[in-house]
């Protein structure tokens, strides 16, 4: 024979520990814990912040002859911004006309060239500072580059499982669907007042040109999968001081006058019934209804 414990574990609280959770009663429905699969995903929507920026200054006093990237393009190590060129080699292309320009640099190779600008480190480019055919001043601050992309935002729709860092993310761009971004969770921090909501900090793995700065991202976290695992309704769990509970079946073995021996669970279960206003909660004791005071 298995008998059914039912509410075992709230039948010994005494009055002070009540309070700890809304009253309950035992419903008089009985489910059968299934076997199957579960896959989370949240919602989530973002801004991305451009992170650990730097600036590429102008290396001597010349002119931009050409800006070679535009705001947001991935830039890399190898990657020509810009071509600056000498005070005296801006004055020779000066006073030399379109027609034989391509003559006078071929001509003056190696003696004054222009001179290319390029990244210390790959990122995005969130800052132009400088334009073509300007002069500038040997410190002068040509580009601002982000090496770290993430976005900042939080999950939209209430979120029920625990986060871990590593967590993958996919998101598109509001403004461009075509643009996606693999992501990959760094942080994140329960919103005040909700334990379903969260802050969330996620790194764009893989820097792609049109990454917008303060730009909108939505897509879905990738929370977890399990396979053959056994599944309840969650509303069929009682939460008490951070613990989730189950009324299930058991299995008993030896008893007497006060204690009973748990030999293992069943495979059945009884979703808790919560009393509408003004109802008393009962604890079923003997298959009868005993009304908590």
């Not at 730097?54 to 990237?69: L, S, T």
């Not at 132009?128 to 976005?151: E, M, P, S």
């Not at 990454?211 to 879905?220: H, V």
Request: proline share 5%; charged share 25%.
């Amino acid at each position: 024979m298995i008998p059914l414990i039912l509410c075992a574990l709230f039948s010994a609280v005494p009055r002070a520990s009540a309070q700890a959770g809304p009253a309950v009663m035992v419903g008089d429905s009985e489910q059968t814990i299934k076997r199957g699969d579960i896959e989370v995903f949240a919602k989530i929507t973002g801004v991305a912040t451009a992170q650990d920026t730097y600036d590429i200054y102008a290396p001597f006093d010349g002119r931009v002859e050409d800006v070679m990237v535009d705001l947001f393009d991935q830039v890399t190590v190898e990657g020509v911004m810009a071509r600056l060129v000498s005070i005296e080699m801006a004055a020779l292309l000066d006073s030399t006309n379109e027609n034989s320009r391509q003559q006078t640099e071929s001509r003056w190779k190696g003696v004054f060239d222009y001179y290319p600008i390029k990244p210390p480190f790959p990122g995005i480019v969130t800052k132009i500072h400088a334009q073509a055919h300007t002069k500038v001043y040997k410190g002068d601050r040509l580009f601002t580059v982000a090496k770290r992309v993430v976005i900042v935002g939080r999950n939209t729709e209430k979120l029920y499982s625990n986060l871990e860092p590593g967590m993958t993310a996919e998101l598109a761009s509001g403004k461009n669907s075509d643009l996606k971004l693999k992501t990959t969770l760094s942080d994140f921090i329960r919103l005040k007042g909700s334990p379903y909501f969260n802050r969330l900090w996620l790194e764009v793995t893989t820097l792609q040109t049109g990454i917008r700065i303060g730009g909108r991202f939505d897509g879905f976290l990738f929370v977890g999968r399990s396979e053959d695992t056994m599944l309840v309704p969650r509303t069929a769990l009682l939460e008490r001081s951070g613990r989730k509970y189950l009324i299930m079946e058991v299995e008993t073995g030896l008893a007497d006058e006060t204690l009973t021996e748990i030999l293992k669970p069943g495979l059945h279960f009884i979703n808790p019934r919560y009393p509408k206003t003004g109802e008393p909660a009962k604890e079923r004791t003997d298959g009868k209804d005993k009304k908590i005071d």
